[in-house]
Nanobody, 112 residues
């Protein structure tokens, strides 16, 4: 069993930045891929970024960077230049070896 706990969400203004964290505990050796998803009100959950194996950093969408620190069992999502459209619940996901785990989510609200 793997437990994923997200943190770092909050209320920010357009143009500001946030860094989300996801700490994994338990049988983490079964997890090969870590990812961040988000779900906005009335919309389907969508993939924001994922990172595989021992990759350390990957920039996606030009504004977001996903990174992982295997020593801390933590994956991060750095989000810059946030817009109103980035408002959503952000979920951490870890999967591999036929297993699939999700965190409870952290709310990100971008509002002026």
């Amino acid at each position: 069993q793997v437990h994923l706990v997200e943190s770092g969400g909050g209320l920010v203004q357009p143009g500001e930045s946030l860094r989300l964290s996801c700490v994994a505990s338990g049988s983490i050796s079964s997890i090969n891929i870590m990812g961040w998803y988000r779900q906005a009100p009335g919309k389907e959950r969508e993939l924001v970024a994922d990172i595989r194996g021992y990759s350390s950093t990957r920039t996606v969408k030009g504004r977001f960077t996903i990174s992982r620190d295997n020593a801390k069992n933590t994956v991060y999502l750095q989000m810059n230049s946030l817009t109103l459209e980035d408002t959503a619940v952000y979920y951490c996901r870890g999967w591999g070896s036929g297993m699939d785990y999700w965190g409870q989510g952290t709310q990100v609200t971008v509002s002026s």
